[in-house]
């Protein structure tokens, strides 16, 4: 009989005062049939002689802290076996989030009875939220979901103990402000702590700080005034949520704070015969908690699966690639023929190639295309399948690559670190003291401010700034329409979309990027940075991005031109089917939009030739450069 299988009586220790009063009753630990069937579905793994063997089947490990210990050794090959591809994906997953609750429930016995509390983390978690409900709601459903399946901490009268949530707001429309509002009493209905963070709040929390502190934070905080205390920008937001943090913290020991942005879930992407599937089957706080109980570090952060975390204005080129490609192999079908756009090949997970300048990241460009996979379900023809594509086409200008995302891929687990040069803003956790290492020149507004972030991090702490394997799903756009979502820099006029503001500041934020990451290889990070080694630096970076940048730029027209000619003027089949008239004319609006924003005569691209407008542009990074230190310590002495 297993040892496992039964109530095991485990005395406690005796007393002084044992003679005095009755011995305490025996503890009682109910069975656990998840560990028992894992263990016997697994047995090789955990029998394996490569493996610590401190804690053996038998009736030594019959102690609640061997017993809860022993689902730390099941959990990788349960993983294992998720993400081989050759088991029930779905009956794995199951067992997998019943094993944790079982779990739970004997770390909560065990806290209940050994007079001594759950010392494992507790979260905050902020969401950083601007005009963005159906976001909104999508986050913090997975929450939500991540919760109830694995039940990290439990639950006291219904609410979940050690995960706190603040919807930190940034919202200009009023109406949007009240659906997160109304969002933040849902799901406090369903469980979880959720306050909502809102602006006048914000402003009366920045405005307690002493005036002259709060000026030198100005730009890490925002200046903004209280009639127009909104889209500071994700940055600003962010920060600003770090004063609520001190504000919400009662144990500076074991809190861990995260940040996760409205477009993100967390829960990740698998690619299945039928296409993409979000699972939830990353036990994110149970993973986190041990990395810091066990780690030296200060600041985690997970990358991303699903869109890409790019601008589209460094994807187009990539993308009408994809699109002449799809167009082209359409043409040699029928349009009332079953669709041919299923099954296609699996794609790689993390090489970057949405990216129509992977190699300044140290990736390789393959010149490939990437086919289009048919998102329809069920028996449909050609002509269905160019209507739905079509429908899709102007999500490209808010961050939604149709042909290349990013999947999930298990490799060595979750619990192995590397060295992170990258602050990936919608996924990273710090402890207290990593609470100091900020996002900082949120005033610029530019682009690439996790990657500058993180070089200037990685500099100053070193393997302390860590990553890991798990990513959050990120999601551009959804099902409410683009009409819906918000994404700063990006205007929306019916079917003409303007993204030359977010352009620009790409250009501008890759300059200040490869400026940062040159300049903490030769300046020390800790003390402030020589104005003449910044504008050396700069004056190269600057050249070596127009030289980029116009390659980039000749290649977008050109493909743009060549997309017109093959969708247009070519007379393939769907230019004569009336039922396409409208999926046309979504088509014409595309390639009008890839025109407006990367053509001759895109405001961006003459923002990004004019020496007056670099010059300006180049001054305020300067500055901001210069004065980095100084903003540091400013911020420093808040903790």
């Known amino acids: 009989m297993n040892p496992l299988a039964n109530d095991i009586p485990i005395p406690f220790p005796e007393s002084p005062d044992a003679g005095r009063a009755p011995a305490p009753l025996p503890l009682k630990i109910p069975a656990t049939p998840c560990l028992l069937d894992c263990i016997a579905r697994h047995q090789a793994g955990l029998a394996d002689p490569g493996r610590p063997q401190d804690l053996p089947l038998s009736p030594d490990a019959a102690t609640l802290d061997a017993l809860i210990e ?17 088991g029930d994906f779905h009956a794995l997953l199951a067992s997998y989030q019943a094993l944790f609750r079982e779990q739970e429930s004997l770390i909560q016995l065990r806290a209940r009875n050994a007079d001594s509390s759950d010392e494992r983390h507790h979260f905050i978690i902020a969401i950083p939220v601007a005009d963005r409900p159906p976001h909104l709601r999508a986050c913090l459903e997975s929450i939500h979901q991540v919760c109830a399946l694995f039940n990290y901490g439990g639950q006291t009268a219904g609410v979940w103990d050690k995960v706190q949530v603040i919807v930190s707001e940034d919202s200009r429309d009023e109406a949007n402000i009240r659906r997160h509002q109304a969002l933040v009493e849902e799901y406090r209905q369903k469980g979880l702590r959720v306050v909502h963070f809102g602006l006048d709040e914000q402003y009366a929390l920045l405005h307690a700080l002493p005036p002259q502190q709060r000026e030198r ?7 903004q005034p209280r009639d127009r205390f909104y889209l500071k920008g994700q940055a600003a937001n962010r920060n600003l949520s770090y004063l609520k943090f001190l504000q919400l913290t009662e144990n500076r020991r ?16 698998r690619q299945t015969g039928s296409g993409e599937e979000a699972v939830y089957a990353l036990n994110y706080f149970h993973a986190i908690d041990r990395i810091f109980r066990t780690t030296g570090t200060l600041m985690l952060t997970g990358k991303m699966v699903g869109d890409p975390p790019v601008s589209p204005s460094v994807m187009a080129a990539n993308f009408l690639d994809d699109m002449s490609a799809f167009f082209t192999r359409l043409a040699g079908l029928r349009g009332r023929e079953p669709c041919q756009f299923h099954g296609q090949p699996l794609q790689k997970t993390g090489d970057a190639a949405y990216h129509d300048m992977a190699r300044l990241f140290g990736f390789e460009n393959t010149p490939a295309t990437y086919p289009y996979p048919c998102r329809l379900q069920g028996d449909h023809d050609h002509a269905a399948c160019l209507a739905d594509l079509a429908r899709r086409l102007n999500a490209f200008f808010f961050g939604e690559h149709l042909t290349r995302k990013t999947w999930f891929a298990y490799g060595k687990g979750f619990s192995q670190l590397s060295p992170a040069r990258t602050v990936y803003p919608g996924n990273t956790i710090v402890n207290y003291a990593g609470l100091k ?18 070089r200037l ?12 394997n798990m990513p959050n799903l990120h999601r551009r756009t959804t099902e409410a329409g683009l009409d819906d979502d918000f994404r700063p820099g990006v205007e929306l006029a019916q079917q003409t979309i303007d993204l030359s503001s977010e352009f620009e500041r790409q250009f501008f934020g890759d300059l200040m990027l490869f400026s940062t990451e040159e300049l903490v290889r030769r300046a ?3 003390q402030p940075f020589a104005q003449g080694l910044i504008e050396e630096i700069l004056d190269r970076k600057e050249a070596e991005l127009l030289a980029l940048y116009q390659q980039k730029h000749d290649a977008i027209v050109g493909r743009n031109r060549q997309l017109n000619e093959l969708v247009f003027n070519a007379g393939h089949w769907w230019l004569g089917a009336a039922a396409l008239t409208d999926a046309l004319r979504q088509v014409r609006a595309f390639i009008d939009n890839i025109d407006r924003n990367f053509g001759a005569h895109a405001q961006a691209w003459r923002q990004i030739q004019s020496a007056g407008h670099r010059t300006e542009r180049r001054r305020q990074i300067v500055e901001a450069l210069m004065n980095y230190r100084a903003e540091r310590d400013a911020w420093d002495r808040l903790f």
């Open 70 to 86: 022993r689902y730390e050794q099941c959990y990788p090959l349960l993983e294992q076996a998720m993400w081989s591809g050759d």
């Open 457 to 468: 991090i990685a500099a100053e702490i070193g393997e302390r700034f860590a990553s890991f």
């Open 217 to 223: 934070l100005g730009h890490l905080l925002t200046t």
């Open 437 to 454: 290492y900020i996002i900082p020149f949120g005033h610029l507004r530019l682009r690439m401010s996790g990657p500058t972030a993180g």
């Open 254 to 269: 074991n809190t861990l704070y995260y940040l996760v942005d409205s477009d993100q879930s967390l829960c990740v992407n």
């Open 524 to 526: 020390d990070v800790n």
